[in-house]
């Protein structure tokens, strides 16, 4: 992965704009790069959003795997979600499996939606973070050891490049070559399209309905919306202005 600052100010640390641990001498990474239609931040508050995770109820992870993963996650009170600031990387983490209720039922209308349950599964992800300047970080997903990093790059005002990233802790070469061929035997067609296709067409209506249509002016935040209004709050808050070449 090449990482190049385009801005009209020098350059800040590479660590600084990554999420923690990425850097990891130990923590073995790999990839693919799409093109999006659609605003980098609807993509990202869509990747970072705890109830979105509805969309995934039927997704080939849920089939494929031992995960059990919930219609989705809603905050305890407003101390459920940590804000990283100062200096080093900026973000806001949510401790989904310590300060959030996960939700298995509930009601559409007068339509009851379950989660599917297993006897052996695990519930997975126990922490969710999004950073700045444009990465999600998603810690035990879509298993307990390995690592998901997604990345919202602007390229224009209506499209963007998303970077879907797989990492596991390995101890040695051999490790490392053998995760990466799994992740692009199995997980590429369970994660990276099975799951996150679903995540696309979602982004990819969000653009729709906030710039084709009046989503900014019907927008309606709930409690389990907290963890947006604060990213929202921490991009306001540390954007390095706007770029003037």
């Known amino acids: ?22 850097l990891d001498n130990d923590l073995a990474v790999t990839g693919i790069r799409r093109d999006i239609k659609g605003n980098w931040r609807l993509a990202s508050e869509n990747g ?9 109820r039927n997704s080939k992870v849920v089939q494929t ?41 509930s009601a559409v209308g007068e339509v009851k939606v379950s989660a599917t349950l297993k006897p052996s599964g695990k519930v997975v992800a126990p922490e969710v973070s999004s950073w700045l300047p444009c990465v999600l970080k998603l810690q035990g997903f879509p298993t307990p050891e390995l690592f998901v990093f997604e990345w919202y790059v602007p390229i224009e005002e209506s499209n963007h ?19 990466r061929a799994e992740a692009h035997s199995f997980w590429a067609e369970v994660m990276w399209r099975g799951f996150n296709d679903q995540d ?5 209506a969000l653009e729709d ?27 306001s808050k540390y954007n390095r202005g706007i770029q003037k070449k």
């Open 1 to 22: 992965m090449v990482f190049v600052f385009i801005g009209d100010i020098e350059p800040p640390p590479l660590q600084d704009d990554v999420p923690p641990g990425f």
């Open 48 to 56: 970072f959003d705890t109830t979105h995770i509805y969309i995934h």
């Open 65 to 105: 795997t031992d995960t059990i993963l919930p219609l989705g996650f809603i905050p305890q009170d407003r101390h459920s979600m940590i804000l990283v600031e100062g200096a080093g990387p900026k973000g806001v983490v949510d401790k989904l499996a310590a300060n959030y209720v996960p939700v298995f039922e």
């Open 161 to 179: 490049w998303y970077y879907q990233v797989l990492g596991k802790k390995v101890g040695t070469d051999e490790e490392a070559i053998a995760f």
């Open 200 to 204: 696309v067409s979602a982004r990819e």
């Open 209 to 235: 309905a906030y710039t084709e249509g009046d989503g900014w002016t019907k927008e309606q935040l709930y409690r389990p919306d907290m963890c947006i209004i604060e990213w929202r709050k921490l991009a």
